[in-house]
């Protein structure tokens, strides 16, 4: 007969499991802080020796790394989804601009789809709280600020729904855009009209998840990045223009 003997779980499998799902999910994010192993075991309610081997496994798994006294953080299990010869390959080509948009805007609109019906009450609270934050930020005019709400507003809707795949694919290509390694988010905020139609667009998508209406959801995303290739594309044609115009410039001078 196919059965087996029922074994009592080790607590420090326990600690390991409730970790790693807390790392699946995407509530425990790369470079999160664990609070001190005092603190940490009597929240899990296990014994320090049985936290510490916990800890050790998932060090070893590379889930979990020691910064020198300064604690253990959770590894930058994201960055390792794009190899540095990648990255750089990536950086260099501007197909690769458009190429990722196209990306984006298939899953995110999935995600938008996912998170209007999947999504909890909660997770489509968190969704207008940052985007009411993005409306403060363009109030008060601040590129850096509206950048990073951008991708936060965007991240909250992979959340929402609730597809752990989807999350960390995600999540790795917008750290590469916090990078830089696509283009600049920052340009696409200074411009006046385009920060107002940013958050015209940011608000299309956050009141067709609110409203629970997928196809608005996905088809708000949708115009957005399409709006953004169109941006960028012409980013792209007045950096080429300026450049010729200074060897004009250059030449006219030497003349």
Do not use: C, W
Not at 17 to 43: A, C, H, M, T
Not at 103 to 118: N, P, Q, S, T, V
């Amino acid at each position: 007969m196919p059965f087996q003997r029922i074994e009592a779980e080790k607590l420090s499998q326990s600690v390991v499991k409730q970790i790693e799902q807390l790392v699946l999910r995407g509530i425990l994010r790369p470079g999160d802080r664990l609070p001190s192993e005092r603190e940490l075991s009597e929240r899990l309610g296990v014994s320090r020796p049985s936290l510490r081997e916990a800890v050790a496994e998932l060090q070893s798994r590379g889930l979990l790394a020691t910064r020198a006294g300064a604690g253990i953080y959770v590894a930058d299990v994201l960055g390792s989804a794009f190899s540095p010869a990648l990255i750089e390959l990536l950086s260099a080509h501007d197909d690769a601009i458009f190429d990722y948009i196209d990306f984006r805007k298939d899953l995110e609109g999935i995600a938008a789809e996912r998170a209007a019906i999947h999504g909890s009450d909660t997770d489509l609270k968190v969704i207008d709280t940052i985007f009411r934050k993005m409306e403060v930020a363009h109030r008060k005019r601040n590129p850096s600020d509206e950048a990073e709400l951008d991708a936060e507003f965007h991240l909250a809707i992979i959340e929402a729904s609730h597809n752990v795949i989807l999350l960390h694919m995600m999540r790795a290509s917008f750290d590469l855009l916090r990078q830089g390694v696509f283009y600049n988010r920052q340009q696409m905020f200074k411009n006046r009209t385009t920060r107002d139609m940013l958050l015209d667009q940011h608000r299309a998508i956050n009141e067709g998840i609110q409203a629970r209406e997928p196809t608005q959801a996905k088809a708000a995303v949708t115009a957005h990045l399409d709006y953004v290739t169109e941006e960028l594309s012409s980013l792209k044609a007045s950096e080429k223009n300026e450049k010729v115009a200074r060897l004009r410039y250059a030449q006219e001078r030497e003349r």
